[in-house]
């Protein structure tokens, strides 16, 4: 119904700021006194009404004032342990710390971030770092190695696959490649490498590459040995060749620990992990395409040479042309940083009798573990340029050094004897010569028949199934899904007492005959059993006849 203006204005004017019951009321009364429903009401006073809930005198104070006690009691428990609010008040409440039921878990979050000792703050470190960068290129070098789990190397192409070393992954877990870098402090210039392991051959082979001249020195012009290197306390940065190369060519090394030793570590090498998180962008590329050895290495080249060509973040100049600033570099000439760093590397099986040979020169392994689990393996064998008379062999982490064997090879038949072939072998040999080709296959076989399934309401077909029989011996047929019954004598004797009188004479003559067919068994089978009912039926019959 229509409302006139003056009616409006009444209704705007009674209901003008009133909200929740108040304004609840008023609408009964106008309702009851213009006819018009409450709902309608509601909708002509809308704007006349207040909106929203009415805002509390006592806003944004605390109910009810804890002493500052209270907080600091549950407080211990979160900095010192670690505790989640819940837990925290739950222990201070438990311990006679704070009266039960006074403090909430969100009240004492709230006190917490007003502190700014939150759980989540506490765990960073918040002290202001003093930053350090040496004052010229070559001063301090940072070198660490990283493992790419996500890469396998396998029959020489690098493949991506993030789940294969994982704890719980099946069958044996392929070789990881491990990432070498380096970092100039001054200039941020960076050179890595892959190694497919972590030895001290791979560190001294990584030390020559990085400070010797490159092969293209216009374009990667850094090169250099440092006064100082900087790297955490690794077993193959502690191994007795790369201390014995590093104090040869002059270089301190700096007295670190692992970034994982101490709270916050990660900072202090902080300009070398940094670097890591760049080469996660390349390796990412791997999940497109497998790459071969040395394409990787290539790839890796030139992802390096943009590194050092990108403006820096934090010096605000390309890494190469900060370094090129360089007046006197420390670095000694090619000879000697040769005669310390550099090694032959190459690969060799190792035979069964323990031996591996380079250029005619032979060397012999002890006979004793884990060495003679190395026959027929491929080892890494590194010896000083142009020296023959003593190598050193590297399999995973175990490593040894092995002088020149010569005198005459004693072969240790009782270790690694042929041993004579198996039997598997023997069928595999001898299976090798049959010829299957003429065999019929999947596509050349005549698909089976349907199962015989009668229709609902049909009459069973027994032709259907007149050929899946088989004959007993007995010479009864019997169908061929139906296996044998077999009976024992108190079946047999209920079985046939109807063929015999109900007297004394006839359960004696009963008695004989089932003794009789049952010979001393326990059970006879059941067509057993229906031929010599058969014959006792012909017998009874010719009898009366």
Excluded at 319 to 340: C, V
């Amino acid at each position: 119904m229509r409302v006139g203006e003056e009616t409006r204005r009444e209704i705007a004017a009674a209901l003008w700021g009133k909200r929740g019951l108040e304004a609840r009321t008023i609408v009964r009364d106008l309702a009851a006194h213009t006819g018009l429903s409450e709902p309608y009401i509601y909708q002509l006073s809308a704007e006349a009404r207040a909106t929203g809930r009415a805002r509390r005198q006592d806003a944004g104070q605390p109910r009810l004032r804890l002493e500052e006690a209270h907080y600091l009691a549950v407080q211990g428990l979160t900095v010192n342990y670690d505790l989640a609010a819940w837990h925290g008040i739950r222990m201070a409440e438990q311990n006679g710390l704070i009266p039960p039921g006074l403090l909430t878990e969100a009240r004492y979050n709230t006190w917490l971030r007003a502190q700014h000792t939150t759980r989540t703050r506490l765990k960073r470190d918040t002290a202001p770092a003093r930053r350090f960068e040496a004052e010229a290129p070559n001063v301090l070098h940072h070198f660490d190695t990283t493992k790419l789990e996500q890469l396998h190397l396998r029959e020489g192409i690098l493949t991506w696959d993030h789940a294969a070393n994982r704890k719980n992954s099946r069958g044996e877990k392929p070789a990881a490649i491990w990432l070498y870098s380096l970092v100039d402090d001054h200039s941020r210039s960076k050179f890595a490498y892959l190694y497919p392991s972590l030895n001290q051959y791979n560190h001294l082979d990584f030390f020559y590459r990085a400070w010797t001249r490159k092969e293209n020195p216009t374009e990667f012009p850094f090169f250099g040995i440092p006064q100082h290197l900087y790297m955490d306390r690794g077993g193959a940065n502690q191994a007795q060749k790369v201390s014995q190369a590093l104090t040869k060519l002059g270089v301190h090394d700096v007295e670190t620990t692992p970034s994982t030793w101490e709270p916050h570590g990660a900072r202090k090498h902080g300009k070398i992990e940094r670097v890591f998180q760049d080469y996660n962008e390349w390796l990412k590329t791997f999940q497109i395409r497998p790459h071969t050895w040395e394409e990787a290495q290539a790839s890796l080249y030139q992802f390096v040479l943009h590194l050092n060509r990108r403006v820096h973040s934090g010096t605000r100049q390309p890494p190469f042309q900060r370094w090129l600033t360089i007046r006197l570099p420390q670095h000694m000439p090619n000879a000697d940083l040769y005669a310390a760093l550099y090694y032959e590397h190459e690969q060799r099986t190792v035979s069964k009798f323990l031996t591996v040979s380079i250029d005619r020169h032979e060397y012999l392994l002890p006979a004793k573990r884990p060495f003679v689990d190395w026959v027929d393996r491929r080892v890494d064998i590194y010896r000083k340029p142009g020296e023959y008379d003593r190598v050193i062999l590297v399999l995973g982490s175990v490593e040894i050094e092995v002088p020149e064997h010569t005198e005459n090879l004693v072969r240790p038949a009782f270790e690694y004897r042929n041993f004579p072939h198996t039997a598997g072998q023997q069928a595999r040999a001898k299976s090798a010569e049959e010829d299957h080709a003429t065999m019929a296959l999947w596509a050349d076989s005549t698909p089976s028949k349907a199962a015989y399934l009668p229709r609902k309401g049909a009459a069973f077909d027994d032709t259907k199934i007149a050929e899946k029989t088989v004959t007993t011996k007995e010479g009864r047929e019997r169908p061929r899904f139906a296996p044998a019954r077999w009976v024992n004598q108190f079946y047999v004797n209920n079985d046939v007492r109807a063929f015999f009188a109900d007297t004394e004479e006839g359960k004696r003559q009963r008695l004989l005959f089932v003794e009789g067919i049952m010979n001393g068994r326990t059970q006879i089978n059941e067509d057993e059993l229906t031929l010599a009912k058969e014959r006792l039926r012909n017998e009874k019959t010719g009898t009366e006849g």
